[in-house]
Nanobody
Framework: QVQVVESGGGLVQPGGSLRLSCVASGNIFGIMGWYRQAPGKERELVATITSTARTNYADSVKGRFTISRDNRKNTVYLQMNSLKPEDTAVYYC??????????WGQGTQVTVSS
């Protein structure tokens, strides 16, 4: 059974940092990534990383967020620095099986507010 579990969200002041973690189990995963959905908006890409550590970032987070991955642990991280109120959203982990199916976590809330 595939499980994708996020952790690390919370409340942080503008300019602060948070680190999200996502553990995926039960399959072999290729691309893993983070997406986010703010209230009243569509889910959007934040960052992705392949099993060979090739990364892709949304323009809005380039230079502030860093995605990384531990293949032995099937874990992907998102280090978020210089957070802004507009980063407030539910952050979802996405894990794409090498056999095709895509799996999502339940989401973790990130709130940036003073």
């Amino acid at each position: 059974q595939v499980q994708v579990v996020e952790s690390g969200g919370g409340l942080v002041q503008p300019g602060g940092s948070l680190r999200l973690s996502c553990v995926a189990s039960g399959n072999i995963f290729g691309i893993m990534g983070w997406y986010r959905q703010a209230p009243g908006k569509e889910r959007e890409l934040v960052a992705t990383i392949t099993s060979t550590a090739r990364t892709n970032y949304a323009d809005s987070v380039k230079g502030r967020f860093t995605i990384s991955r531990d293949n032995r642990k099937n874990t992907v991280y998102l280090q978020m620095n210089s957070l802004k109120p507009e980063d407030t959203a539910v952050y979802y982990c996405n894990a794409e099986s090498v056999f095709g199916p895509i799996f999502w976590g339940q989401g973790t809330q990130v709130t940036v507010s003073s």
